[in-house]
């Protein structure tokens, strides 16, 4: 009774491909068919007229008008090839289906039959077939800081592996076909084997990987770059660029917006055009009709007030905390991030007070309320409470909001005894902003922490600025900062997702170091964290599109 096998393929394609045979003999040679198999319908098929070179000793007899071909195996079995019906019978009365085709005149044969009647296995991929009598033996595997190496029993050739990150975040590298000694030492990696498989894989901390061939030996090493590209969008006046990356073994996603500062003029939009409020930050987007947009600074998130340096169209609306950064915008355009010194002042005809809140719920010595605050003004027993209109102080007494167009300033008594008696109705007050640059502010953001300051990343030093909780722990992140070729760039690492981790601010600096940059700093994270560009959201927010006080926008001129 003749037995018969059915080799059962999923015709899938009716097109075909050509690509290389990789044969691995008996005796460790490589050899290397260019072009030598045909990919049809999911399977692949070699030339017949290499098979006596893979072979030895067989003989082919073939006769295209008769439609048949014949293989006499070293061993004296006797294959049979039908062209017709594409059927093989072996001596003995094995039969395969879908045995060959015939393209240009020139038989191919299943290269499952011919790992079949050679006693050889093969594995197939995109750009080769790669036939072998014995896998590849790893010989030898050495984890260094800056590399992994690989030795292999024969010359690398780049169809026997695959670089990937796996899902925690770790550097794997899959052989095939291939084998490892059980009693191989390989410290601080894991190598998993399977089925004409090894997979090693370790943590780097690296970005991204390149590999080299030197002969018998693999070697990966950390590659300084953003990352894997997986989505990117150019114009004349910006370039924005979707990477995926590792930091730490874990995987983030990172929108990266870089944008020629001469075609962009940077702005800041309030919510609801107020102090202390929330907005769905993509509607006070469209009210501003600005293309670009990120999240703003820090707030308070009890009573929705911005915390720190706050400047809008020229106008003061926040002032510094605790010495941090800001991202501060002046009137030739220029953008700049960093810190300064600012010294707001009140002058009452010659004489002057330093103001030393604007917008605070808190008591203070001199603090000034703008129309934009929309929450109630505090009443302290013993303060004076100037209500300021043009420059000029339209009313004195207790007043509990600010009305359209004008200012409330408020003086405790020791600030009351420095401009003596310089705040009667009907007196001038000049509101005078000096930084430590001596530029002219036409808006700026309180944020941070700093990562790069002039071209270096910073020290330690800058964590007695911020607690721990925000430092040292992986979460979407907001940055903002000048390239040392001029480009303004906005930067949304996504975060408390599988897909992406976030970063920590050490981190962070590892990261962005060599990349370029003259200046960076954080702004909000974690839920805050949104880009848009021209109407799209770009990144992918937490807890979907975050409602904010602040955002900071770019439109082009």
Known sequence: MRRI????????????????????????????????????????FVKLEIIGELIRGVVVSQSLRQGETIMILPSGIIVSLSHENQRA???????????????????????????????????????ALILYAQPLTIKSIENRPDSISVTLDRDVLPDFFTIWWTGSGSLAVTLRPARIDPFLAYDGMTVTTGRGFVKISAEKPWPDVEYEIKGRTLILRGKSGMGRTIQQESSLDFDLNIFESYAGGQKFTM????????????GIELANDGVS????????????????????????????????????????????????????????????????????????????????????????????YTDEYRNSIPEFDDFTYLEIKDGKIISKGYISRVEKGSDVLVLSPSSLQKISDSTSVGGSVALELLNSYGVKITGAVEGGPMIIHDGKPVTDYERNYYSASLLDVRAPRTLVGVKATGEVVFIVIDGYQQTSYGL????????????????????????????????????????????????????RK
Request: aromatic share 10%; net charge negative; charged share 25%.
């Open 5 to 44: 096998f059915v080799i059962c393929f999923l015709f899938l394609s009716l097109v075909s491909s050509a690509k290389n045979l990789i044969y691995l003999d008996e005796r460790g040679q490589t050899r290397v068919f260019t072009d030598a198999v045909v990919t049809e319908r999911s399977m692949d």
């Open 89 to 127: 019978t072996v001596e003995f009365g094995s039969e395969f289906e879908n045995s060959l085709i015939v393209k240009d005149d020139k038989v191919h044969i299943n290269a499952e039959l011919l790992a079949a009647i050679t006693d050889k296995s093969f594995f197939s991929e995109s750009e």
């Open 255 to 266: 929108s990266f917006l870089e944008m020629n500062s001469a075609k962009f003029s940077y």
């Open 277 to 368: 409020g929330l907005e769905k930050a993509t509607d006070t987007l469209r009210k501003s009709g600005a293309q670009i947009m990120i999240n703003g600074g820090y707030f308070d998130q009890n009573q929705n007030l911005p915390i720190g340096l706050l400047v809008r169209d020229e106008e003061v609306l926040g002032l510094p905390t605790l010495d941090r950064p800001a991202v501060y915008f002046t009137e030739d355009g220029k953008v700049h991030v960093s810190r300064m010194d600012i010294i707001y002042m009140a002058r009452f005809d010659g004489r002057f007070v330093q103001i030393t809140g604007v917008n605070s719920p808190y008591r203070g010595e001199a603090v000034l």
């Open 504 to 555: 920590t601010f050490k981190e962070m600096i590892e990261f962005f170091k060599d990349k370029g940059f003259r200046s960076l700093m954080c702004l909000d994270g974690g839920k805050s964290s949104v880009m848009s560009v021209n109407g799209e959201i770009i990144n992918s927010p937490s807890s979907g599109v975050p409602s904010l006080p602040v955002i900071i926008t770019g439109s």
